[in-house]
């Protein structure tokens, strides 16, 4: 028996608005932790991971962990009938193979219940690590989505650079270039405001505007948003929700030879194994935070991260862009290792 | 020559808006009663019928019965036009072909006139009983637009049962099943709120969502509409307008096979002529109110409200759609018949 | 170099809004005088006329007369990018091929720099002379909009009549006719909500409300929009740029034969060459305050403006709409003649 109530039933509405159009198909993975999912998108580039810890809901009983495979999209024109001030009850039977969503008005006048069947979806668990990042910003989120939505008119790539001073997003297209920076801004009259930026190192990132622009749906689940970028790693777009948990969104960067010196390039690929030379190698170490969401039950397949191929670049810039990002199960099942190769 | 002024011209607005996608060419009839129309739809499954009394308008003369015939369309682009706020006339001469709708704005600053050619269309009346209904719902006309557009996000159909306690809304479709309880509530703050049920006797009747939806366009001509049921009638959702008449839709009800238990669906059909058998037999006596707005030069044809013979039911659900109300005109004149054969 | 900066930068978005779907590509002219534009649409029939005088900008510097083409749908994309409160600077250095954007928000935190490439455009230089007009109407914007837009659901002209006593708009299409008179009204609350009629001579000319819907665009600049009218010229719609100049659409009038007497229409068809008779022949003097925004550079080219030739009439109307606006360059530059043969 699982069973999950959250008076602020909107909440659940928002969740699934802001990964619905990313994830067609995924598990909800439920355990006494919490609520949580992990689904790569369909062009396997980018990477969703939700929690929803227990403690933050009205009411969380969970007897054995379970994972329910449900398609979002149609999950989420379930929840869309809920009101926005209706409690919202989620649950499910041992080895049913439905699941039932329940809302119910605040006046307790109406009460609405939604049945759906379960799928079974091949999980693809990756241990996703907490590493250490070179910059970390922190910015009002409706302010990055009006950012990502103003570059994608002009390019269909952003660059991210972040310097002590301030975070600058760039694109370049048929009609023009555009460089956008927010400076550092600490002293604001409301927290939500504020863009705060700690960097150990100046990074310069590219990144598909496509997935930026869909990370930026979960922009009514929290004020601010917190970007995470290394120089070898996916970049981490996270939403906090309040009290409960996150959503978070990783994307693989664009990898690029260097456009300002053609000498450099030439050197660089006369080198023997050109691409691979500018290929990072990523090894990370698994996530003992997410390990305990996860279902000893499943399998945990490999999966590549990939990022789109279809490069809108200038002739000068030459993409190389076959990064992989793969999880391995060691023996002991406890490391894995996402690389690139 | 008749012609009728309306302060409150918004409303004619928000009339035609309400029925001109259900209706394309309908005539209106215009007596010493009021300003009326009765016309099916273009499938001739639903029917709808309009009344605004004379006392309504601030100015009403109608020297004898005419019925204008009109586009429905073209008379709501006409009325578009008017300001929320405008005066509405709409007049037309003894044996003119037009009709013309005046707008004057509050300040009578602006004054419009709008002339358009009238139609010849063959009428269509169906007396149209008072009937004894076993349940009437009455409920918020927002609370209803809701549920029947939420209902249509999961299936076709919706199966409306009453009981004391409430009345329920169901349906089911490719991605699961949905209920929507609302509980009988009369005790509320404001007297549009109230969820009021009376009813004789239980009663579920299984109708297309498509109709439903086109019926609660009529949501902003008032706060609340009313739900008449009867196992053996086509359903009446009214919306009143106030001080002025009403807005009243019918549907007739999709006829269909016992599902919980395919022995006694069976033992029916065997028993000679089934599909005979599970149709109700309708005959209704003519409406006397409605009497006097009908053009005594008008023949009134045979018509048939057909449901919708496209199903998309599940398979152990066999629907018998064979359903036809006609109203048949005795020698006198006077007595309409509407049965199902 | 070429430098201006302008508070009040949503003010620019608007005027973009308001001409970038009527004219695909212009040069900007740019003078000690403003930054102006003078443009005729895609099928040479409207001329939009838009001055921003220099002393309304916050900083403006112009070293020398330059003429930038632009793409306006491109340019309205960047400016689109710009906050409603944010200041833009629109600069371009000498002889450079580009033009940058710059928008800054209010509290300096957020600095977006946008350039794009400089088109080479064939300027096409009309001098357009101040007219005395027959009859100029100042009316609420919104009012206008409404009913360009209420009329083009029953038609595509307007026969816009002035009287002394207000101005009546009128269409006849498939579906009806429409007549929309507002009057004269200069008692009102706000300066902004009047009706002010100048008139010498009562006037009557028709338009195709395409063009007029396309004007009524620039409706979020200004609260009045001024319709000035003489039998013999273009219609201009003005919309004032509160102290800084004007967006001015300029439409040559439909030419129609009589329909009210088919004799009338004959004997003038008889007369040799009958279509020339219905043609106004217009002679234009230059106009001498849009003289200094000119590059002396530029060759003032002949421009036609001709009125759209896919008539839409009822089979009783004929359309003479050959109207054909020239300006010739005389050997000394300075006079400009518009006419129509």
């Known amino acids: 028996m699982f069973e999950l109530r959250l008076v602020q039933g909107s909440l ?45 809901f009205e009411h969380y009983r969970c007897d054995r962990n ?6 979002l999209g149609n999950m989420a024109k379930m929840l869309k009938c809920a009101g926005n001030d209706d409690i919202v009850t989620i649950k499910a039977d041992d080895g049913s193979d439905c699941v039932t969503f329940m809302f119910e008005s605040p006046t307790q006048d109406k009460i609405s219940d939604f049945e759906m069947k379960l799928m079974d979806i091949d999980s693809e668990h990756l241990g996703i690590p907490e590493s250490e990042y070179d910059a970390i910003v922190r910015m009002p989120s409706s302010e990055f989505a009006r950012i990502c939505k103003d570059l994608s008119s002009i390019g269909d790539t952003v660059v ?6 301030g975070v600058k997003f760039s694109t370049r297209g048929d009609i023009g270039t555009a460089n956008i920076v927010c400076r550092q801004n600490t002293s604001v009259d409301k927290p939500e405001d504020a863009t705060i930026i700690e960097m150990k190192e100046m990074v310069s990132l590219t990144f598909a505007l496509r997935y930026m622009n869909s990370f930026a749906k979960a922009t009514p689940l929290a004020s601010q948003v917190t970007i995470s970028l290394s120089s070898e790693l996916p970049v981490v777009v996270e939403y906090k929700i309040a009290e409960m948990g996150y959503v978070r969104f990783y994307l693989a960067p664009k990898i690029e030879e260097e456009e300002a010196d053609p000498y450099v390039e030439t050197k660089s690929k006369a080198q023997g194994k050109p691409t691979a030379e500018t290929k990072p190698k ?18 945990n397949e490999v999966v ?3 990022p789109e191929l279809e490069s809108k670049m200038e002739p000068e810039e030459e993409s190389k862009t076959d990064l992989d ?17």
């Open 282 to 299: 990523l090894e990370i170490k698994p996530d003992v935070e997410m390990k305990p969401e996860v279902d000893s039950n499943m399998d």
């Open 66 to 71: 379970i994972s329910m495979g449900m398609n």
């Open 160 to 165: 991210i650079s972040v310097t002590k001073e």
């Open 12 to 56: 659940l509405k928002k969740v699934l608005e802001s990964i619905k159009d990313l994830v067609n198909d995924a598990n909800f993975d439920c355990s006494a932790t919490g609520f949580s999912l992990q689904a790569m998108d369909s062009s396997h580039v980018a990477l969703v991971a939700l929690l929803l810890r227990s403690e933050g």
């Open 325 to 341: 990002i793969k999880p391995k199960k060691e023996a002991n099942g406890e490391v894995q290792v996402m690389d690139v190769e």
């Open 304 to 306: 590549e991260i990939k």
